[in-house]
């Protein structure tokens, strides 16, 4: 199992989310993933300046109780000495129903432990310190394992960043489909199979039939993807978690990918968290955006509004540091990211913000709403 099987990826765990012979040369593993033709204006845009990918639904309205609700969501590391992380200190969050939102920030602010928290399998050494987390109006802290199990596929399943360490190795992909079919279902073995191969082809992957018989290993990776994918939309989910879903991709991969994740969320109904670290990503995919920093949000609002005239200092740096890479140059926020080993006394931000001000470090900023979105700065 190398390094996977004893990650956070293990293979009984991964089972509840949605509860080696090498191929030789000529093997359709081996075979390029189709590539479908990119439109010559996109090609000319930067990532910061490409067109959104539309659905056929209308915007989500923020009025109506949302799908998923994070309250005050604290989140700590013990390491069995006095000294203690806490990586989450308040996270709040709305993804409205029907909706695509991403939650964008920098390596290590939060994003994938706050899915984490959300599924209910955080990492060895996390707990709950405090907060609450309702899907659908129901609390999820405090739920019972067997309760979490029954609500992973039919109503909340995740795309990890590496498929290939969230299939199982030993197991055909079309398989493992089907038993998730089956699991949540009273399918019989034939029919879970006919659908995991018919969620296959809807997913992209030429020649299911044959496809569903081979291993995730003879997938290359941009198939893995959408195998993966197909397994996270087996048992029609209210709300899809995408963690990083093209990592590791190229550029046209990527925008194949994020498509068919637009388009099958949208076409079933569901809510999208998509999480990424480009901001580029988010304004292309989502109706939604929400920045995390240090273990807080420190904006959300609608993409258009959020990445076009941002409202908190830390958005305008990510925003610009992003531009900057478009232009061939290269921008890094001065100064460095709290340690987060003591709960916050000021605005995380403080220590690196260019607007900081006496009232900055008085105390951490809520996020309040300000006209369409909701923003944690005393100076907005």
Do not use: W
Request: net charge neutral.
């Amino acid at each position: 199992m190398g390094r996977h099987g004893a990650g956070r990826h293990r293979l009984h765990v991964l089972r509840a989310v949605v509860d080696l012979t090498l191929p030789g040369a000529g093997h359709p593993g081996h075979r390029p993933d189709p590539q479908l033709p990119v439109r010559r204006d996109q090609a000319r845009a930067t990532r910061l300046d490409r067109e959104p990918m539309t659905g056929s639904r209308a915007t989500p309205t923020m009025d109506a109780p949302p799908l998923l609700d994070i309250e005050n969501l604290a989140v700590g590391f013990r390491t069995g000495t006095e000294d203690a992380s806490m990586p989450l200190q308040g996270v709040n969050l709305r993804v409205p129903r029907s909706s695509r939102m991403s939650l964008v920030g920098e390596s290590g602010s939060g994003k994938s432990l706050t899915a984490a928290a959300v599924i209910g399998m955080l990492p060895e050494g996390a707990e709950i310190l405090r907060g609450s987390i309702r899907l659908d109006g129901e609390e999820l802290l405090g739920a019972s394992k067997r309760r979490l199990r029954d609500l992973r596929g039919p109503q909340i399943a995740i795309m990890f960043q590496n498929p290939r360490a969230s299939l199982n190795p030993v197991l055909t992909v079309g398989g493992q489909i089907a038993e998730v079919i089956r699991t949540h279902s009273d399918a019989g073995r034939r029919d879970s199979h006919l659908r995991a191969i018919d969620l296959l082809d809807q997913m992209g992957v030429p020649d299911a039939r044959r496809r569903a018989g081979d291993y995730v290993h003879q997938y290359s990776g941009g198939m893995a993807q959408r195998a993966a994918l197909a397994m996270a939309l087996s048992c029609q989910p209210d709300l899809l978690i995408a963690d990083e879903p093209t990592t590791g991709l190229d550029a046209t991969l990527q925008q194949q990918v994020l498509e068919l994740v637009v388009e099958q969320v949208t076409d079933r109904g569901a809510s999208l968290l998509l999480i990424t670290h480009d901001i580029a990503i988010a304004r292309q995919t989502c109706e939604r955006t929400a920045v995390m920093y240090a273990g807080r949000v420190m904006e959300s609002g609608p993409t258009a509004s959020v990445t076009s005239s941002p409202a908190n200092p830390y958005t305008t740096a990510l925003l610009r540091a992003f531009a900057t890479v478009d232009e061939g140059r290269m921008y890094a926020i001065p100064g460095t990211v709290p340690t987060l080993l003591d709960p916050l006394v000021e605005c995380p931000f403080a220590s690196r913000c260019p607007e900081v001000g006496e009232e900055c470090r008085d105390g951490v900023p809520e996020l309040r709403t300000i006209a369409d979105r909701e923003v944690a700065c005393v100076k907005a």
